[in-house]
Each structure stands twice: as structure tokens, then as C-alpha cells.
């Protein structure tokens, strides 16, 4: 398809769905929640929680185009895609190219549900949607762990286009159910580490959509609005906070579509773990930068560890809306050494985030990432790739 043909496609909302937004009838979002949730259990991987907020153009639009002439020059429909809120924009690393991803139905129900909560001050201070987005998280991972969900495993692989090669199991009919098809370990050659032996250098902690900040207030100002957003918060552990206060922060948000195993950023030794329950509020832009307590609110696990001159850093496993659970490999116990870019662990179905703190002044992230970010645009990269280094 020409980018003629591209732009004159219009996106398909679901009516029935975008009808209830509009009305802010939040009975039949939760409905619908609840109902895509169902049809995957039952097999149906055109009507569950996989199915586009909008259908679009089978291949993500790119183009290359930057800085406020994107924003005037990306052609009608998909601009009106995202502020609609159908998808968003990331930046490809390697080409410099505007990149579309389509959001899952599922995510936009649960956005909009915390946003008329959130503005009518009705649902999202309440326990109603906290029972909601767990009930549904849980009942998704029930669903994912039968034999049965394995029939989804080859139409989710035909709608991301995913290179199988890449990954240790390649045989899809290889895996049990969905979830193990999930979590799917990755070759070693598909992700090489950036100089594996130099302790200065960064790396990213897993394949994601990338933003990097200096410090919290940068990344308060240009991304994370969450009206009660506090290392102290985030942490719940005021002595580690006060540790990494003023220090550099990293973001790393995991899409469904994504390998879905997160590694260490540099070396560094298991110091504490910490699990925090919380809700499963979902993670996509659109949430993370409205006065929504998402990081602070979601389940997540603060892992500790001092890197190689016994400098603290923390690593923050974030869960989100339909993510089962989160799951610690070789982190898993205090004392534990990660080589850098070694496997922590990963997350079972649903977008996700993994959140990185180093100490103030010891990291400087690299231009172009940095640069993206500070446009309030996420950038796509793979894990083990070089994000920064320590000064």
C-alpha cells in the first residue's frame, strides 16, 4: 500500500463502544471490559481483548518528519486517530521515523473508565474500579495459562507481525498456552548487550517504548502528571527515596506485542526486594500523562541493588491493567549479581513498565533519547541496547 492509499483509509471505531464513551456510561464500559476479557477466554481473538480500538492500515504508518512539522504534516486521519486516542506515536531509534501503534480495545475501555471517574470525581477514588481492573487482570491470567488459549497464539503472531526467529522456542504449536508463549525467551544473539564489559554503559532493561529524564521534575514536566507522584511514593520506602532524591529516571513501557522478559540496566547486586499491591490501572501514555496516580497506584515490586561502586539504584516492575503477575528469575532473592543486561524476570499478559532510579548526577542519557523525551515522544528500542552512561 502507497502512503497515497495509507492516508486515504479512514479508522473504523467500534460504534457501540466509542457511543458509551461519549455518554461516559461507565455500566456498559465495564461491560465491555468485562466482555472482551470473556471472548478471549472462549478463543475469540478478533472480538477479546487483542481487537484495535480502531481498525487501520494492516502496516504501522512511518514517516519522517519531526518536531512541530509532524505534528502540522501527518496526514488527517491518523492525526485524528491519536487524539482520539485510538493509538499514539513513537519515534523508531534507528530511522528517526513517527511510528503508529494501535492501542487494544481493552486499554481504551480502562482509560476511559478512570478518566470519567477522574473528572466527575465518581469511580476512580472508589473501590469499584480497583475491583474491576483485578478481577479482569486475574480472570485474563486464568484464561492464558489453559491449553486452550494456545489456539490464539497464531493469529496474535499474524496481527504484530512477529519475527519468531528471534526466540528460543520458534515453533508456535511449541508452547502450551498463551502465557508461556508470552513470556517467551529471546536468543541471546537477537538482543547483544552493548559493551558487555564496560560498567559505565547503560543499557535498556527491555525491548519498549523508551522516555529518559535528569530528574523527577523533568520527568513530572514532560511525561509522569500523576498528581501524587513521589519517589517516596513510588517506593514506599522513605530511606531509599531519600537515597535517589534529585537522581535520573528511566522508563521503559512494554507493550503487548513485546518480548516481555526485563533485564538489568548495569550491574548490580540484589539489595531488597520489595512487593507492593496495588490496582492494575493500564500503563499507555494517555493515562501516564493525565493527574491519574498510575506508577503509585499499580501493583508493582521495588527490587534494590548496588552496581559495581557500590553506588544504590532501584529497578521498578510495574503492573498494568490485564498484566497476571510479575515474575522474578534471577532477581529473585537479596545477594543475588546480575551481569549487566542479565534476565530479572517478566511480566504475564498485558503492557507493562519497568521504571529505573540512579543516584543524582551519575548518569548522563544519551542525546537523542533524551532529546525525544524532552518532546514529550517515547522512544522505541531494544532491550540491551546503550541508553546512557554513568559519570
Not at 475491583?131 to 487482570?137: G, K
Not at 496495588?278 to 497506584?297: A, I, M
Not at 517478566?346 to 544519551?366: A, C, E, L, R
Request: aromatic letters at 10%; a negative charge; hydrophobic letters at 40%.
Amino acid at each position: 500500500m502507497t502512503i497515497a492509499e495509507e492516508t486515504a483509509v479512514d479508522f473504523q471505531p467500534n460504534h457501540t463502544l466509542e457511543k458509551h464513551i461519549d455518554a461516559g456510561n461507565h455500566d456498559e464500559l465495564m461491560k465491555a471490559l468485562s466482555a472482551s476479557v470473556s471472548q478471549s477466554g472462549n478463543g475469540n481473538f478478533n472480538d477479546g481483548i487483542h481487537t484495535p480500538s480502531a481498525k487501520a492500515p494492516k502496516h504501522w504508518y512511518r514517516r519522517k518528519l519531526s518536531g512541530w512539522i509532524h505534528q502540522h504534516l501527518v496526514p488527517d486521519h491518523f492525526q485524528v486517530a491519536v487524539e482520539k486516542k485510538y493509538g499514539v506515536f513513537v519515534v523508531l531509534r534507528d530511522t528517526k521515523e513517527f511510528h503508529y501503534e494501535e492501542m487494544p480495545i481493552y486499554t481504551r475501555i480502562g482509560m476511559h473508565l478512570l478518566f470519567a471517574g477522574h473528572y466527575q470525581e465518581k469511580l476512580v477514588d472508589t473501590s469499584i474500579m480497583h475491583r474491576l481492573f483485578h478481577h479482569e487482570s486475574v480472570q485474563q491470567g486464568v484464561y492464558f495459562t489453559d491449553p486452550k488459549s494456545a489456539s490464539q497464539i497464531p493469529s496474535f503472531i499474524d496481527h504484530y507481525s512477529i519475527n519468531m526467529s528471534q526466540y528460543a522456542i520458534q515453533d508456535p504449536s511449541a508452547y502450551a498456552n498463551f502465557n508461556e508463549f508470552f513470556t517467551r525467551a529471546i536468543l541471546p544473539e537477537a538482543r547483544p548487550i552493548a559493551d558487555p564489559h564496560n560498567s559505565d554503559v547503560i543499557v535498556s532493561a527491555a525491548d519498549c517504548r523508551l522516555n529518559v529524564f535528569s530528574n523527577i521534575d523533568q520527568a513530572t514536566e514532560y511525561w509522569i502528571k500523576g498528581k501524587n507522584f513521589t519517589l517516596a511514593n513510588l517506593f514506599q520506602d522513605e530511606e531509599l527515596a531519600k537515597s535517589l532524591d534529585g537522581g535520573s529516571i528511566a522508563i521503559f513501557r512494554l507493550a503487548p506485542q513485546d518480548y516481555h522478559r526485563f533485564h538489568s540496566p548495569a550491574h548490580g547486586i540484589v539489595q531488597s526486594i520489595s512487593n507492593i499491591d496495588g490496582t492494575y490501572f493500564t500503563v499507555n501514555p494517555c493515562t501516564v500523562r493525565e493527574s491519574l496516580d498510575v506508577f503509585t497506584e499499580n501493583h508493582r515490586q521495588v527490587i534494590k541493588m548496588k552496581d559495581s561502586t557500590d553506588r544504590s539504584f532501584a529497578v521498578v516492575a510495574v503492573g498494568a491493567l490485564l498484566v497476571g503477575s510479575i515474575v522474578l528469575t534471577n532477581a529473585e532473592m537479596n545477594g543475588a549479581s546480575l551481569a549487566k543486561g542479565e534476565e530479572m524476570g517478566y511480566f504475564q499478559y498485558g503492557g507493562s513498565t519497568v521504571i529505573t532510579v540512579f543516584p543524582k548526577d551519575t548518569v548522563v542519557w544519551d542525546e537523542d533519547v533524551a532529546k525525544t523525551s524532552a518532546s514529550s515522544f517515547e522512544t522505541y528500542v531494544r532491550m540491551g541496547e546503550r541508553i546512557g552512561t554513568f559519570v
